[in-house]
């Protein structure tokens, strides 16, 4: 069993790149997953890490407002600056969060806190 190659991001950014320009958008479509299932995974994963990074820059402003008020940060929240420099060239090209995967995800969290 051979592990497939792995595929280096920035190959991957501008195979989006090309995508966005042949389809006008960014947008992860069926079609994609039966035609080129590896770039179509990397999609999604991509569209996660934005998810996540949104989620930990929206934390960091909430614990910055906190700590001006408190003197004392709740907790470490860390982005890497490999991350956060992707998802700011994933979103300058136009790739978001669905709407429903979003709301799917914030779901979720909400089940968590019960």
């Known amino acids: 069993n051979k592990e497939p190659k792995r595929v280096p991001w920035d190959t991957r950014f501008e195979q989006l790149r090309a995508y966005k320009m042949k389809n006008g958008h960014c947008r992860v479509s069926r079609e994609l997953f039966k035609t080129d299932r590896p770039f179509y995974q990397w999609m999604l994963y991509e569209q996660c890490r934005i998810e996540r990074v949104l989620k930990l820059r929206q934390q960091l402003l909430e614990q910055q407002q906190q700590d001006t008020t408190t ?9 890497t600056a490999q991350d956060t420099e992707r998802v700011d ?14 709301a799917a995800l914030e779901g979720a969290d909400a089940g968590k806190r019960r």
Do not use: N, W, Y
Not at 95 to 100: F, L
């Open 71 to 79: 003197g004392a940060p709740e907790k470490d929240i860390t982005i």
């Open 89 to 102: 060239r994933l979103l300058a090209l136009g790739m978001t969060v669905p709407p429903d995967k979003r």
